[in-house]
Structures are given as C-alpha cells and as structure tokens.
C-alpha cells in the first residue's frame, strides 16, 4: 500500500518570492510563507504561534509566483513534503520544503496587481473566489464534530 504525502496551507508571503533559472532553462522559485494559530491559553491569556513553511514552485507555476507576488501577499498553497539534504563543511544537514503543485493568490501586492483578479498556477490561470481571513484556532473550544 502506497502512502499519502498532501499538504495544503494558506498563509501570508514573510518575503517577496526569489526566483532563479537552473540548468536546461527551468524556472523555480522559492516562496516563504507564514501560518499562524491562536488560542488562549488555561489562564486566560491569548496566544500566539507562528510556522515558517518553504515553498518550492518550478516552471510556469513559478514564474507566475515571482510575477504576482510579493511579502505581504495570502496565498493558499496545495502540494507534498519533500526532504533534501547537503553537506555544509563537512556536516550533513537537512530541510524538508513543500513542493507546490497549485499556489491560487488569494491577494496580490497593489504594485504587482492582477487587476483584482484571483490567480491559480495549477497548470493555468483560474479565476477563484477569495477563501477569506485564515481562521482562528481556540483550542479550548469544543471541536464540533
């Protein structure tokens, strides 16, 4: 039996997107996007956490990332966890990425705008209705299923 590698987020641009061209004239760029979660804590106290996710994009998909996007801009992002590892003076490290396979721009940058349309890379561009706010997360509140 096969595995199942899926990870879907939708969070904010920390920086705006570094695109390069690798060998044979492919296109990747690299996205960094922040997810958040808040709670209040057993003592009253709100919380808060923030994850910082790598994003990969490759080809048109990423070309499309570095055009419309920028720091700031809310992206929902479907793709698969995938590790790689180098050695850096010697020591084996390693860093685990998201690879994309669909990044659909939830808001753009005003300067790099898309005339107030929403944007999906999956293979062509899509028109889609805005997800909204990313909501919050109480943990003390019962799950209601």
Known sequence: MSGVNKVIIVGRLGKDPEMKTISQGRTVTNL???????????????QE???WHRIVTWDKQAENCAKYLS???QVYVE???QTRSW?????KK????????????????S????????QSTQ?????FGDFGPEPTFNQSEDIPF
């Open 111 to 118: 300067s790099k705008s898309t005339g107030g349309a929403q």
């Open 49 to 51: 956490r923030t994850e």
């Open 79 to 81: 793709g698969r966890l």
């Open 123 to 127: 293979g062509g561009d899509f028109n």
């Open 87 to 91: 050695e850096d003076n010697g020591v």
């Open 94 to 109: 390693y860093a685990t990425d998201i690879v994309a396979s669909t990044v659909q721009f939830l808001s753009t940058n």
């Open 32 to 46: 960094t996007v922040a997810t958040s979660e808040n709670w209040t804590d057993k003592s009253g106290q709100k």
């Open 71 to 73: 720091k700031g801009s």
